[in-house]
DNA sequence: ACGTCTACCGTTTTT
DNA sequence: CGGTAGACGT
C-alpha cells in the first residue's frame, strides 16, 4: 500500500509525504503538486499507524479547497475518509462553538451572520450612537472592528492612540458587540476570535483538543492572518506535528489582513522545522514558467524558489497592444475563434482580469460572437436577495430572538409594517434589552401601537407561531417548500412577470433543489436544519463549471488562484489598471501586484496571451494608458508581438468615412483588418490598416478608393 | 409602499 | 458610463 501511494511522486514530494515526525514547511510553488502532497501525507500517515484517522486535521482556506481535499483523499485512501477534520478554518471554528458554546459564552441558538448582515448591524449601532453616515461610512467601521478582531483585540483592548478618530471607531466596535451580544450573532471574524478566547480561557478544553490532535495540516499558510496563525500556535500542543503548506510568491490577499510573513514566523516560532521545496511544476511550458519567474524574480524578500518543468520549450507568449478595450476584446475573441477550430474546447480557455468592471466588454463581444461564456464571482447564490429572505424565515422559525433575520422579514412580502413602526421596535428592544421579537410581543400586549401597525404586526406574529411546528420536521426541502407557500413569498415574486420576477420564483426553487441535496458533513452534529443554515453562510455556493459546461471562463485574477487552463488570456495590462493605482503607492502593494501577475501568469499550461488597451473607457471617460510595468520585465526572447504597438494618436474621427483608429474593417481583396492610423483629407485621406491575415500585413489604403465596410 | 429622480462613486474577496 | 442608495413625491 505505502509503496503504492508514493508511485507517482517525485523524489522532492516522497520527502515531503514521507518526513519523519516533526513540523515540516512546505514551499510549494505554483503547479507544483501542492494539495497531492497535502493528501498523500495524510494517507501516508494513516497507512503506517503514524496517525489515527480522528487525530489529524486539515485546515483550508475555502470550501472548495476543503471539499477538494477531501475527494482528492478519498482516491489515495482504502478507507472511509468522511470522518476526518477537514475544513475551513471558520467551519471548524463554527463546530467548536457549536459544541462548546456555553464555555465560548453563547447562546446554544447563535447565527453566523455574512457581512452584509454585520454591514446592516454596523448600520443600527451608528443610528443608535447619532453618527451621520457621511462621516463615518459604516464599511470604514465595519473594516475597523474585522481588523481588530482579526489581530485579536476587543473593543476594550483597542488603543484610542489618543487619536478622536479611533475613538469613535471604538465606541462603533463597542456598541457593535454590544448588538451581537444581544441577537446572538456571530460574524465570520468573531468566529476565530471566540475559539481564541475559549481556548485561552479554558484550558482543559484547549488540553482536549492539543492531545486529540497530534497532526495539524494547513493548507495555503501564506493567507493566514494574525488570529489564524495564533489559533495554529495554540492549538499545537507539545505532541503535535505541524504541517504548513504554501507559497510565499502567491500572496496576494495582504490586503485583507493575510500576513505571508506567517511562513518565516513559522521558522522562528518552531524549532526542528523540516523545510522542503516543491520546484518541479507540471503544468505549465518552459517559456511560460521563464516568463513568469523573471517577473516575480524583480521581488525582493522572497523566501527563494524557482520552477523549473520537463515540459516542452512551448510556444512564445502572444501580445498584443490594442487600441482600446474594444480592440483588445475583439482580439481575445479572434484567438478564442481560431483555438476552437482548431478544437480546443471553451472550457480550456480563461480569461483573466485586474477588475470585475472589465468583464462587461468581454462579454459584448463573446455574446455577439456566439461564444459560450460563464463568469465566476459577482453576486453568488446565497447572496440572492430573494434567497436571503428564504433563509431569514427558517432562521427566524429556529430562533425567534434572530434580529438580523425579524428586520430581513418583517415586511417582506410588504404586509404593512413600516418604517416608524420597525424604529418603534427598536427602540423598545434597545431599552429593554430584549430582541426584536419580545419587543413586538410586548408592545402588542401593551396595547402600545397604532391600531394599523398593531394589526400588523400581530399578523407577522401570528403567522411565525402558526409556522413554527413546521421546522420540527426533519426534511428541509419540504420544510422550505410549505414554508414558502404559507409565507407568501412564492406568491409575492410570482406575481412579478418579468423577468426578474421569473428569476427570482426559478431562484427560491433551486434553494428547495439545494435542500433536497443537502446532507450534513458526517461529523457534524447538528440538527439538519442549522447545519443547513450555517452552510448556506459559510459557503459561497459558488460551484465549478460543471463538468463537460462547454464555456470559456472569465474571472478575477484573484478568483483564478488555485485553478489552470490550457490557454490564458490575461487583459489589461496597464499601468494603473494592474498595477493598481491605489496599490501602488502602499507598503507591500506593488510587490503584490506583481505576484497576482504571477499567479496569473501560471495559470497558463499551454499558450498564454497578454494584452494592453492604450486607451481604455474608465469612469466614463477615455483615458490613455501605458504598458504594465509587468510587461517590460517579461524577457524579450519569450513574447510574440502580435501587433506593434503603435505611438498613440488621440481618437480622431476621420468623419467623411466615419472611420475610428482601431475599428475592424473589412476590405473585399485582403480581407478582415483593424484601422492602426489615419493621414489626410478628403479624397487624399489614407488609412493603415492590419489585416488579420499576416501575410497581408499592414497597409495604407486611399480610403476614397479602397471599399472599406465597418465591422 | 412604491416608483422615479438624483447624487455619488468607482480594486481585489473568502469566510 | 452604469450601478446603487437614499430622498422625495404620489
Known sequence: MSSQLLERLNSVQVAA????????????????????????????????????????????????????????????????????????????????????????????????????????????????LNLDEKHWPPRQAQWFINAQKEVGLRAAEVEDEHDAFRRTQIRIYSAYEALCASTSSVDFAELLLRVHELWRNSPEILAHYQTRFTHLLVDEFQDTNAIQYAWIRQLAGVNTDVMVVGDDDQAIYGWRGALAENLAQFLKDYSNVTTICLEQNYRSTQTILHAANAVIAKNSDRLGKELWTEEEE????????????????????????????????????????????QSRVLEEILLEANIQYR???????????????????????????????????????PRGIGDKTLQQLRDVARDNALSLWQAARKLLEERALASRASTAINHFIELIVALQPIVQQTQIDSMLEQILQRCELYSFYKKDRTEKGLAKVENLDELVNVAKEFNPDANTDLPPLAAFLAQAVLDSGEKEAAIG?????LMTLHSAKGLEFPVVFMCGLEEGLFPHYLSVNEGDGLAEERRLCYVGMTRAMKKLYLSYAQSRQLHGRSERKQASRFLSEIPKQ???????????????????????????????????????????SGDHARVQVQFVDFEKGTKWLVCSFAKLQTL
Open 549 to 553: 459546461e462547454e464555456a470559456v471562463q
Open 17 to 128: 509525504v514521507t518526513a519523519p515526525p516533526g513540523h515540516l514547511l512546505i514551499l510549494a510553488g505554483a503547479g507544483s503538486g501542492k494539495t497531492r502532497v497535502l493528501t498523500h501525507r495524510i494517507a501516508w500517515l494513516l497507512a503506517n499507524d503514524l496517525a489515527k484517522a480522528n487525530s489529524i486535521l486539515a485546515v483550508t482556506f475555502t470550501n472548495k479547497a476543503a471539499h477538494e481535499m477531501r475527494h482528492r483523499l478519498q482516491q489515495v485512501a482504502p478507507y472511509d475518509v468522511r470522518h476526518l477534520w477537514i475544513g475551513t478554518f471558520h467551519s471548524i471554528a463554527h463546530r467548536l462553538l457549536r459544541i462548546h458554546w456555553q464555555a465560548a459564552g453563547l447562546l446554544e441558538t447563535f447565527q453566523i451572520i455574512d457581512s452584509d448582515d454585520q454591514y446592516r448591524l454596523v448600520r443600527r449601532v451608528l443610528v443608535q
Open 314 to 357: 512551448g510556444e512564445a507568449i502572444s501580445l498584443y497592444a490594442a487600441f482600446d478595450e474594444h480592440d483588445e476584446a475583439r482580439f481575445i475573441r479572434g484567438c478564442i475563434q481560431k483555438a476552437s477550430s482548431q478544437g480546443v474546447a471553451y472550457s480550456a480557455m480563461a480569461i483573466l482580469y485586474r477588475s470585475n468592471a
Open 638 to 680: 519569450y513574447l510574440k508581438k502580435e501587433r506593434l504597438s503603435s505611438t498613440f494618436t488621440p481618437r480622431i474621427n476621420t468623419s467623411e468615412y466615419g472611420f475610428h483608429l482601431g475599428d475592424r474593417v473589412r476590405h473585399p481583396l485582403f480581407g478582415e483588418g483593424t484601422i492602426l492610423a489615419f493621414e489626410g
Open 375 to 413: 463568469i465566476y464571482g459577482g453576486l453568488r447564490f446565497f447572496d440572492r436577495a430573494e434567497i436571503r429572505d428564504a433563509l431569514a424565515y427558517l432562521r427566524l422559525l429556529y430562533n425567534v430572538n434572530d434580529d438580523t433575520a425579524f428586520e430581513r422579514i418583517v415586511n417582506q412580502p
